[in-house]
């Protein structure tokens, strides 16, 4: 808070203080400068009075004079005539008050709380109070009024010199000239008959000190007692050294003007603050003088402390005897003169005076012309009378009286329109109502407002404005009254002066602050306009000052535009103060931020910037300083461990593998970690390892960084950094390299820095800088150091290029860059979501590690187009790059089914795209088929399917891959089933042939193939059971036989390229089943278009018969993982297996489990060239009586599942009767037809067996009735016609596949044509012993034919 | 008419602030921004008096030696503030009201946008399109 250390009223007392002149002998003056001091600062110190004066008004009242200051001045004329404004050395010497008068390192600094404001305020303005001091002390004496014009004449003379009492009539008479003679303007005085005081000092050192006695006596026969003193000084003599230090009390009055230190300002009313500070103070002042001063010493050096009070005594003296009374005589005799005036009444006074003319006209036209501030009267005007008499009122502090009078002599001049002193008068009668004990009437603001109006419009005198707005701002600030303060400082602010300007500016803000209701805007606006004009006025520190105050008010609070400007000039004001690492920090704050600058504006800004920066950096070139610029994404950073793969050489395809290119997928990753976990586990004999942890070889922000990541010694390290650039204008980086730190046993690394690019960017730039470590240890990356450069705008290109160069240069810092990378945001426990937990991540902190061996696989001839069920040949070079062995290498897919490895013993040069019937998957071979029999059985032992898990270990020599080493190995690849872009994912495994490396001995590689399939043929197949009585079979075995309807579908219609396709074979695969029959042999080329293939096989149960045929020669190459994977898991006997569940009964009884096998080949026409595809296809039958096709189902598209409120019922159990339906298989053996002759019998009796064959591996209870009525009348007429006779209900139990025939016997009444096939029959499983016997399919239609004979 | 019109949000930082391209954008920042100040001024002055029935227009805020400064406030303590050239003395105060009202409206339009995160700064061409229609010379 800007309040001064003084209370007001002293500080307007101060102000205003009776005027005393000293007129020196030479020789006193010799006397004084001893002590390096004239007379007048001699008694500078001692001039504030401690005891109380008194002195009786006209009325004889007394009055107490307290704490009166008189100033003492040596008389300096001059012949000037004050102006109305400050002559340049003056102002010269206000702008050094104000400059060297700074704001303290540690001073006491205001926090203002103003809403969500928390401002740092300093709470004085010692810069001001002293500008404030030093501008009313230099006030150019005035003719309007008196309070500063000298009231009293110190006459000194040496007590050494020859006749004492000559010298004082030289100096009176000299005295006497200074006033009357007109010769000077200046110094000015109050009253015709100047007190004059007359002063003997007398040198104790050197005078002889009777004979000074004698002088005074004779001086005080000649003076009076109390116009004279004799004052003993220089107790000491110069020599003596004695160790008695002195305070030194002149140093403060002397040099606060020259020193740079101020010391005045803090002698508040105590704290520990304030007198550390005057010691300190002290400390300085005693120091400084014997530098400025030279070997003087310092002041007051003869001095002793008895002398010191010698000098007090004398003030006080002077004061007491010879001022007071002075004045208060003159204040009587101006009061009388006032009273006899007074019988006249005013108003005709007045009247008189404006009839007459009065005697004033002629005395104006003489002394002065009306001038702008209206009249002028001559010094000794009547109507300046009672003006003295107020000034000398207020003077001994009798203010009541001096209000009265002031406003007397306002009414008078304003009368006269003497604007001047109508002003004068106005403003001392403001400042004495003020200053009234008591207060009987609140202080006159217009007053004061009247008489700045009038100094500063009317008579153009900006001085006295000045000096009455100060009083009245600081009456104001004392009433509370800043607004109105805040106003007044304001409005004197003018172009005239920068440094008043902003000195009024800076306490008007102070005032909009200190309001009851702070207005913290307002003082931040003021405050930047004050810094504006210090800057201007040259007061560059307070300038800085200034706006970094009001810094605090706009500061992130999105006035960006305001902010960039308070921030550019700080950072401009810090520079040329030589503070740049302040300039450097200013600057950052304007790049970083967003900034609504236009593009130009920005590029001022950088250019500015990197000026200052590169200052800094040349002063201090020992570290790397942060650059803001341009903004580094920190968690966006990724970092990739192995070299940068090739993506093809020649013909050959390398794998895919992992690249800085590829976007993170998290679903991707999982699946990849999940293969990894299945090869981890196969390589570990199925056990997966405690601590596996799945290989990463890019590390992003949601990748698991919780490890330290591994890299291999010799494979480069690549840094991917997102920089991105908020500015308008493009930024250049060159030399952009890493910073890390490698720790293992201080061993400086030997490494290999590769990245040296030059990257523009405009907005988001990605810049990858690799790292080649040579050694193992640790490694920390920590940032990234680069040199930053704004982009050459255009019409710089036009400049020669050498010129653009060093432009560049000038304007390029080179600094860094942290790389700081928080971890992901912790969610597991409480804590963690309540606060900001991060994580670690490691990203940045690799391990190096040995060696490890490097696989690289490249693929040959592998299509990216394939025909669903085409099988193709392909070739896979696996190569070791590395210096090291592997070993252990195996291979997993998602798709296991689409390819599988081929033998080594294929001969090599067949691989030639266009001989495909060379490159056939099939061999021919020629095979004695039986004409009328297609159907030929083959068995393929088990072990060929005897792949347990998904991982297939690639078949290479030895195992091991040598350095250098590589194989191409044969691949049989399988259009997928299904059409569309398939997605092929395979994952390479290989291992360290030396497993000592303890972190990790394995290492993956990935590949990924897209493979777009397109249709070709389709192949649905069902079973059905056969209903072929049994004895029809030829060699039966106790089970029944299976019908299987193939239709084969061409969906290929849109591909052009495909002309036809052939079917070359059909064949099935299966433990259980034995083609027995080709039916309908309809091998009819399938030519382009949809056709029905319709073949009709027949096939023979064989019952828990093992397959143990071991080779089989014709089915070579065939990738038979599909034919494979159905019986694989089935292979034991169904008969084991105790059954129990009923479903399981059922499903039993239904189990098919046959695979058919379709081979086809298709010829396309590709390129002009007819080529020949082949392929296979495979449908798995799975249960009797369901469609199986070779595509696999559709899924359907997810149905939107409602919202139910309600918990479902549960869904009452259903036994599957359809299934259990199934389960006794019923044939009616019969005549075909028979010949009965109705005329001998009516009855015709016809023989019929029921075959009853349990279907299931269980017991089953069985009822036969033969009674059952339908109930459709359609089969009850049918059923009127015959009817069974004999036993009609049986009850029979049937042992697993068992088979029971029943004679029955059915009578017919005539001739005709009849369905047999009425038995019901109920079967339940026999140990379920709760549930319904099920009613069982009835079979087809018997019919039976009666003939009548 | 208006050579500045700014829309200041409860917290006081702008969210729209356009100004006559012809002159110094960052004077009128710091005149808007300090503002504010008697806006907040006369808010509490007035929130004491009459209570919840406030009426929105502020009137003259302050004026300066070339602006007049105008101010409204809406019950969400959205604050507008419009400057006017101070030699534009056929501008009366039934004028500056319309404007503020027509200015409320379509800053409601904007809030009532569902795509517009309130406390954003303002990005519509409609508003965009008022404000120039109240910076231009129409009378």
Known sequence: MAQGVQSVQEFIQDSFVPMVAVLCSEEAGRVTRKNNLNFAELLRPFCRLTSEGHIRDPNNQLQVVKNLRICVNNVVTSTNTPSATLGPSQCRLLNEVVSSCQPQEGAVNNVVTAGEYNLNVSATTPWFESYKEKFLQSMPASDHEFLNHYLACLLVVSSTEVVPVEQFLKLSQEQHRIQHSGEHSIPKWFIPNTLKYYVLLHDMSEGNEQRADMVYEDMKQRYGSQGCYLLKINTRSISAEDGEQIPDPWCQYLHRNSLPNQVSTDYSSGGLHTLCAINTDLEKCSRVPEGVVGGAGIHGACLTLSDHDHIRQFVQEFTFRGLLPHIEKNIRQLNDQLVSRKGLSRSLFTATKKWFGGSKVPEKSISEPKSTCGLLYPPEAPELQIRKMADLCFLVQHYELAYSCYHTAKKDFLSDQAMLYAAGALEMAAVSAFLQAGAPRPYPAHYMDTAIQTYRDTCKNMVLAERCALLSTEILKSQGKYSEAATLLIKMTSEDSDLRSALLLEQAAHCFINMRNPMVRKFAFHMILAGHRFSKAGQRRHALRCYCQAMQVYKERGWSLAEDHINFTIGRQSFTLGQPENAVLAFKQILTIDSRQTATQQGAFLREYLYVYKVITVCNDVCLLQLPLPCINSSATRVYFGHERRLAEGEKQAATHVSLDQEYDPDLAAMWFHLEEQLVTAANRGITPVNFQPTQYCLNCQTDNLRHPLAVMEEPIIVEVMFRNPLKVSLVLSNLSLIWNFTLDGVPPLKEKMPDKLTISNEETLARLQLLPHRTGELNIVGVVYDLAAASSGDMCGLLLLTCKQALELMTGRGKQDLNIQGPRLNQTKEDKMLVRRGLDKRLDPIITPPMPLLEVFFLQFPTALLCGEIRKAYVEVCNVSGVALCGLRVISTHPDFFTFGSKSAPLSTIHPTSAENNSAYQTFATPLQPDLVASEMLVSAEDFSQPSDVIDIPIEGNTLQPGESTQLPLWLRGPDQEGVHEINFLFYYENIDKGNKNRCHRVLRHTVFICASRSLSVQASAFRSSIPPHHVLDDKGGGGTLVFIDVENLNTSDAGVCEFHIVQVSSSSQHWRLHKCINPAKEKGGCGTLVLNSLCFFKYIFSVQISIPEFPEYIDVASSTTSSGSRSKSCSPAEERVRDITNIVKKCNELDLNVIIIWKAYVIEDNKQLILEGQLNVALQTIGKEATSLPPKQEAQEMVLLKFKSELPTPVITPSGELSQIIKTNLHYPETYIHPFVQNSLCVVPVTLMLSNCSSAQVDVIINLRHKSTSPESAEVHSLFTWVGQSQYKRQLKPQEVLCLTLQACFLQAGVYNLNTPKIFAKPSEQGAMCETSQQASTPALIIINNA | ?139
């Open chain 2, 1 to 139: 008419m208006a050579v500045c019109i700014a829309v200041i949000a409860k917290e006081n930082y702008p969210l729209y602030i356009r100004s006559v391209p012809t002159q110094n954008e960052l004077k009128f920042h710091y005149t808007v921004h300090t503002s504010l100040d008697v806006v907040e001024e006369k808010i509490s002055a007035v929130g004491k008096s009459i209570g919840d029935q406030r009426e929105l227009y502020l009137g003259l805020l302050y004026p300066t030696e070339d602006y007049k400064v105008y101010g409204y406030v809406t019950n969400t303590k959205v604050k507008f503030v419009i400057v006017v050239d101070s030699s534009n003395t056929s501008l009366r105060d039934n004028e500056i009201r319309s404007m503020f009202r027509k200015l409320h409206n379509s800053f409601t339009d904007v809030m009532c946008n569902p795509f517009h995160n309130p406390g954003d700064s303002i990005q519509s061409k409609t508003f965009d399109g008022i404000i120039s229609g109240m910076m231009v010379q129409t009378g």
